[in-house]
């Protein structure tokens, strides 16, 4: 990258800078004319013909049809983004619209972030996305119960991702406090930490040894166990407003707009992508960097949600190639910090378990 920064004179940034602006704005082609009107750029048509040329030779601009204008290339935007794009500061009314979002009682984290994930795309007129990225071998740390009556308890299950579990199970005998708490002291010693992949004859052979009496509840709660591990992967992801894409002539191809929307059903494409970068930064995957090629004419920019260290989520915009970088970077920035800092202020409570399971 930085090879790339050197080889452009500050003349050629400033019209690079110029152009992209322009056509982020316009999304129509740039000509030497408009750039000889730029207050910012003090130098004859010819000049900044011959610096134009110089810049599609380089990569950084294409020349659409016959065009006389140029467009910015991947590359151009790459270096825009990485090198030339001016930090967008959000206006009282954006900052009040999202606040209103924000400060709205969500009885649980999906809610808020469905929340924002509209708004985003209202005030953007792109597509916003809320992603639960998919963790890596989730497994239950802890097992608890919780007397209902004589034939109902409840089993609590804790996640490595966090996640609170509960399953009401209903039993053809009587069993009491202390009877429920054999059963959560034998699923601990010997369930609590496998995947399902672990839990194998000899690990349900030793429940049914410390299950004594109980020994025939053991098969059923290794299936209850295997139920709560397929729920507890987590992975989501939902998007809104993909009909705001139709509004752009980057989608008025009927085969490009197919395949994009491809792209959106086929939801697991699109957590492996957002999932492999949850870092600290803001993200941002212009055209052809994104590996699912339905969306090379696209860009996509997210950022986690973090609570304690752990992510928990991302939020996102996707839009054109030539989507406005600097504000929609800075809004999802806020929204996402925002965010971070309201579903860290308190706990949710356990879901309660209204599936009943019979064993």
Do not use: W
Not at 25 to 40: A, F, T
């Amino acid at each position: 990258m930085s090879e790339e920064k050197t080889e452009l004179s500050e003349r050629k940034k400033l019209i690079l800078k110029a152009i992209v602006d322009s056509h982020i704005q316009n999304g129509e082609p740039v000509g030497s004319k408009y750039l000889s009107e730029n207050k910012q750029i003090s130098c004859s048509s010819a000049t900044i013909r011959n610096e134009m040329a110089e810049l599609e030779e380089a990569g950084y601009l294409e020349q659409p049809h016959s065009s006389a204008g140029r467009v910015p290339s991947e590359k151009g935007y790459r270096f825009y983004v990485d090198s030339l794009m001016q930090q967008y500061s959000m206006t009282s009314s954006e900052i009040a619209q999202l606040n209103k979002i924000l400060g709205m009682k969500h009885s649980e984290a999906d809610g808020i972030l469905e929340s924002a994930t509209k708004v985003m795309s209202l005030m953007t007129n792109y597509t916003g996305l809320t992603v639960r990225p998919k963790p890596a071998g989730v497994v239950i740390t802890r097992f608890d119960t919780m007397y209902v009556d004589e034939k109902c308890f409840a089993l609590i299950a804790l996640t490595s991702t966090g996640e609170i579990k509960t399953k009401k199970i209903r039993s053809g005998f009587i069993l009491g406090p202390g009877d429920i708490k054999l059963i959560a002291d034998a699923m601990n010693a010997t369930l609590a930490g496998l995947d399902p992949e672990n839990i194998n004859v000899p690990v349900i052979l030793e429940l049914e040894k410390r299950l004594d009496r109980f020994e025939i509840l053991a098969n059923p709660l290794v299936k209850i166990v295997y139920d709560i591990i397929r729920q507890g992967d987590g992975s989501e992801l939902k998007y809104e407003g993909v009909n705001r894409l139709l509004e752009y002539p980057e989608f008025s191809d009927t085969e490009k707009l197919k395949h994009m929307l491809e792209a959106f059903d086929n939801k697991s494409g699109l957590l492996d992508v957002v999932s492999k970068d949850l870092g600290d930064d803001t993200n941002i995957i212009i055209g052809s960097e994104n590996p699912l090629g339905e969306m090379n004419d696209s860009s996509l920019i997210y950022k986690s949600i973090k609570i304690g260290g752990k992510t928990v989520g991302a939020i996102g915009i996707v839009g054109p190639r030539r989507m406005d970088y600097a504000r929609v970077c800075a809004m999802v920035k806020y929204i996402a910090d925002s965010l971070e800092k309201t579903m860290d202020s308190g706990m949710l409570l356990p879901p309660e378990a209204n599936d009943v399971t019979d064993i």
